[in-house]
């Protein structure tokens, strides 16, 4: 299966890097843009393909270290 | 005191701490591969700066997970010291060792310059030597250090007395919340810091603020 793992930091949490690319597009002249959130988007090819399983080791894949969830939330994304 | 210096890929503040210990006990540091899985027997260990695997997927992240670390847990379990400086306070926060989390700095640039420091908690063997509201100037050199934590743990870092060193009021040079330079954990034998006490212990290099932190140890641990 393959699998696109989302990590973004939490609402809440201050995003600098989001906030100067949200500077930068209104420097370009693109009008009427809101708030900019920036994050990471990791691709996994697993050899799993009971889609409940691979969902499972990739929530504990994203726990102990895609993730840190101090700060940053995940989203999974299963294609078989 | 005996102590070890950890050496991940791209550390690159291992020397400096090496040199620095020895030049303040008098005896040889050993230094540890990361892929090692055993410490050898040590008072303190150092994890040093620098940018330990490129700083891939988040700083600190991947040295979090190396075999050393697991030793480092262990000894840090049984009341052993542990100084992260920089990159090492970045996989403190990583391993769970220290809470919260150290993000890019606020101003998004790389700063790289001496700061104020304010000793904010002298009840540690990391800072005994201090005096209480001291200043004193160490370096920084990071582009993460912007220390983060929800309120509930940033109230009790605070309650608790584990924060042992802040940003002088003006000078906090990454947006860390309420001023945080270093903290020290629970059982308070294991220090994180941003700034480099390791680089101001000779006249030479521009100072010797950092000396105290290492006779501190080095009295609590001989």
Redesign the interface.
């Known amino acids: 299966m393959k699998a696109r793992v989302f990590v973004t930091l939490k609402t809440g ?2 995003d ?2 989001g906030k ?1 690319i949200g500077h930068a597009l209104e420097g370009l002249g693109f009008r009427g843009v809101g708030e900019v959130r920036q994050g990471k988007l990791i691709e996994i090819d697993l050899a799993e393909t009971d889609e409940a399983k691979a969902r499972a080791a990739l929530r504990e894949m994203c726990e ?3 993730a ?1 969830t ?2 940053e939330k995940y989203e999974i994304e299963l294609k078989a | 005191m005996k102590s070890a210096v950890i050496v991940f890929p791209a550390s690159n503040c291992d020397r400096d701490a090496a040199s620095a210990l020895e030049l303040l006990t008098g005896h040889k540091t050993e230094m540890v591969w990361h892929q090692d899985s055993d410490l050898p027997n040590v008072d303190l260990v150092v994890l040093p700066g620098g940018f330990s695997y490129g700083d891939y997927l988040r700083s600190g992240a991947m040295a979090g997970q190396s075999a050393i670390m697991r030793a480092v847990k262990a000894h840090a379990e049984k009341g052993g010291a542990v100084l992260g400086i920089c990159n090492g306070f970045q996989v403190l926060t990583e391993s769970h060792l220290l809470p919260g989390a150290l993000m890019r700095n606020a101003g998004l640039k790389f700063v790289c310059r001496p700061v104020t420091l304010e000793v904010s908690e002298t009840q540690s063997a990391f800072t005994r030597f201090y005096e209480n509201g001291q200043q004193v100037v160490f370096p920084v050199a990071h582009g993460d250090g912007n220390y983060v934590a929800d309120p509930q743990t940033l109230d009790r870092l605070e309650g608790e007395g584990r924060v042992a060193f802040r940003y002088a009021a003006g000078d906090n040079p990454n947006g860390s919340a309420r001023n945080i330079a270093g903290i020290l954990n629970e059982k308070r034998n294991v220090l994180g810091l941003m700034p480099h006490p390791e680089r101001v212990v000779d006249p030479l290099l521009g100072g010797t603020d950092g000396t105290p932190l290492f006779k501190s140890l080095i009295e609590a641990l001989s």
């Open positions: 949490v201050l600098p890097q100067a102990k270290l895609l840190n101090v700060i």
